[in-house]
């Protein structure tokens, strides 16, 4: 893919047309599936690609991380389904299907997933993860030319989200509830109900509220798990 460039400032340079053009990209698939998300555009800093054998991990929040999820999995797919699409190619479709349906999957389930649902997340992340691991050695052993060379850095993090499948499959608590995500929500939550009271009574009238909107969602949990 970068077989032609010469020199850092050239690569940056190629690299930034490319990102210009993938967030463009980016922008269309948001509007077509009508999606919301503040992603700043992609740029080679933010990616942390400024040389060839940097490894791109792009910055994004939470919310907006699952929305380039979902553009990225389409988008690997259709690359990985051409009739001359190469292993690796074939590799990082499935590995950023199989994440997506595993975000998806934490998304459409209730609090507690029933068995079946439990094992279609466990079987999304341990796809993912084998995916990974097969792109890790490719990324490590791949030419100085090679499409995906230094491209897949092993994080903590999937060394977590492994136990958190094995975890998942065993207790079926949907692990939404216990993510950055849920963090991240709550946060929202107490930042628009701070900003609708006053500033002398902020810190008491959050917490009333706050108390309030937890008692009408345990009191939807109740319902629902009565239901089933």
């Known amino acids: 893919m970068f ?23 980016f922008i269309k698939f948001k509007k077509l599936n009508k999606l919301q ?24 929040k939470a919310a907006a991380s699952k929305v380039l999820t979902l553009w990225l999995a389409e988008r690997t797919v259709e690359w990985g389904g051409r009739p001359d699409a190469t292993e690796a190619d074939r590799v990082v479709a499935s590995c950023t299907h199989s994440y997506a349906k595993m975000l998806q999957c934490m998304s459409e389930i209730n609090h507690i997933m029933t068995h079946d649902e439990a094992t279609r997340f466990f079987n999304s992340a341990m796809t993912h993860l084998r995916c990974y691991a097969w792109l890790h050695d490719f990324g ?71 108390q309030v909107t937890i008692s009408f969602s345990l009191q939807k949990l109740r319902r629902e798990l009565s239901k089933d």
């Open 140 to 210: 490590r052993s791949a030419g100085l030319h090679v499409a995906g060379r230094h491209s897949w850095l092993l994080l903590p993090k999937l060394h977590f989200l492994w136990h958190l499948a094995h975890d998942t499959k065993v207790s079926q608590l949907n692990p939404r509830m216990t993510t950055l995500l849920s963090a991240e929500s709550f946060i929202g939550k107490i930042g628009r109900i701070a900003r609708a009271t006053h500033r002398s009574t902020v810190s008491v009238r959050t917490l009333e509220t706050y």
């Open 37 to 60: 998300c503040s992603q700043p555009r992609f740029t080679p800093s933010r990616l942390g690609r400024r040389v060839q054998t940097s490894y791109p991990c792009l910055q994004s």
């Open 3 to 25: 077989g032609s460039m010469q020199g850092p400032g050239k690569y940056q340079d190629k690299l930034t047309v490319i990102l210009r053009v993938a967030h463009r990209d």
